[in-house]
Each structure stands twice: as C-alpha cells, then as structure tokens.
C-alpha cells in the first residue's frame, strides 16, 4: 500500500537556522512521483518540486534543496538560513505512475522565529 | 501567467442552504480535481475530471455533493443541503495531461474557505 509519513508535525526554528522536513514514503510501484507543497499562513497551496523515481539526484533551488535516497524511501527537504517567510505547513505527496490520486503525508508546520 | 482561480475565496452560510463553488482551471490542463482539506481527514480527493469527464467521483461524501464541468474553463461543486459538517477548505486543482511528459504536476488554487453554521 501507498503510505507517506511526515513524523515531524511541527517544528521551530530561529531565523537564519538551517532545518530539514523528513518525508518518509511506501510503495510497491518502480515508477512513482513525489512532490512537496507549502501552504503558508494564507492558505493556498504551492507547488515546489517534482521528482520521478529515476532521477535521485539531489536538487537545489535557492536556500532550498531535497535529498532523494531510494535506499531509505527517503525524500527529505531542507531550507538553509531560513527566514520568517519560510513560516508554513510543508507537505510531502506520493503519486505512482499511471494514477492521479496523490498520497499527501499529515504535512510539517514550520515555524520561523524572528 | 493565471493559476488556478476559485471564488468565493470565504463563504459563511447557514445550515440548509446550497453552496456553490467556483474554479477556472489553467489555460491549456484538461485534468481537473477538486479537493477537500480538513483537520481529521487532511487533504481529500473528492472527484477528478479528465476533458470535462467525471473519471472519479468516489471521494464525494455523499449525494449532497455534485460537480459538474461544462466546458474546460469552468468547474463547479455545489452542495445541497449544506451542513456544519461540510465546513472545510475546498481546492480546485489543474494539471496537463496527466500521461503527457508535464502531467502528475497539480496546481491547486487559492482553495475556498467554507463556515457552515
């Protein structure tokens, strides 16, 4: 069965502190997407990143980066000196190929003291 | 370039009363979606078109939801009779198509806060 696990479910950091969002994830399928979303205080929800399961390499954008590790069904975010702004609930999603349905974690509030 | 725009962005509404939500997909996504986000249950699909076609309505509660998607640019979720319970944020989501080399990728709208009281 699909299953994503985010055990984190808040943590708070103070600004210009580096911290990383854990995302653990369960399939039986060889090909499958996962995805990180942010849903800041106002409510929507953004897209960040999407990463196919062929592809581990690590991606960096700016202050953020994932770490993709097969070995660990592992697909973990971190925000380097993270500001005020970074405040949110970050969640974690799993799609295998061929469907649509999206498997969100519980999400990871992230809270970012000036 | 315009996300994905739903209306009202908040509506408070009385128990028994029918609730229509809005949403205008991405230009150029005929894979629409509609999703429900609440404390107990976190993000839910409720139902997913692909060309304007319900292809999954599993998730909807119950008959007192109906979505309908008549042409590319429009989707509706109605519910009728309302009830405190449905109180939630409801998000309208696009993608491309979702076999397509862009598909898999949702982006979701602005979501649209529902008070049933």
């Known amino acids: 069965a699909q299953k994503v696990t985010q055990a984190q479910t808040e943590i708070s950091v103070v600004e210009k502190e580096d911290v990383t969002l854990d995302c653990v994830y369960e399939?039986?399928?060889?090909?499958?997407?996962l995805f990180w979303y942010k849903q800041p205080p106002s409510g929507e929800l953004v897209f960040l990143i999407r990463r196919n399961s062929f592809d581990e390499q690590n991606e960096i954008s700016g202050r953020y980066s994932w770490n993709f590790q097969k070995s660990t069904s592992s697909f973990n975010f971190t925000i380097t000196a993270s500001q005020v702004v970074d405040s949110a609930v970050y969640f974690c999603?799993?799609?295998?190929?061929?469907?649509?349905?999206?498997?969100f974690g519980t999400g990871t509030r992230l809270k970012v003291l000036a | 370039d315009a996300g994905v725009i739903q209306s009202p962005r908040h509506e408070v509404t009385e128990m028994g009363q029918e609730v229509t939500l809005r949403c205008k997909p991405i230009?150029?996504?005929?894979?629409l979606f509609w999703y429900r986000q609440t404390m107990m249950r976190g993000l839910e699909l409720l139902i997913y078109?692909?060309?304007?076609?319900?292809?999954?309505d599993s998730g909807m509660p119950e008959d007192r939801f109906s979505a309908k998607m008549p042409n590319a640019s429009f989707s509706t979720l109605k519910i009728q009779p309302s009830e405190p319970r449905d109180s939630a944020v409801y998000f309208c989501?696009?993608?491309?198509?979702?076999?397509?080399?862009?598909?898999?990728?949702?982006?979701f709208g602005e979501g649209s806060w529902l008070t049933v009281v």
């Open positions: 989501a696009s993608s491309f198509p979702w076999t397509g080399p862009s598909g898999n990728t949702i982006y």
């Open positions: 999603a799993l799609s295998d190929s061929g469907t649509y349905k999206y498997i």
């Open positions: 230009s150029g996504h005929n894979s």
């Open positions: 399939t039986r399928d060889t090909t499958y997407y």
């Open positions: 078109f692909n060309n304007n076609v319900p292809i999954d």
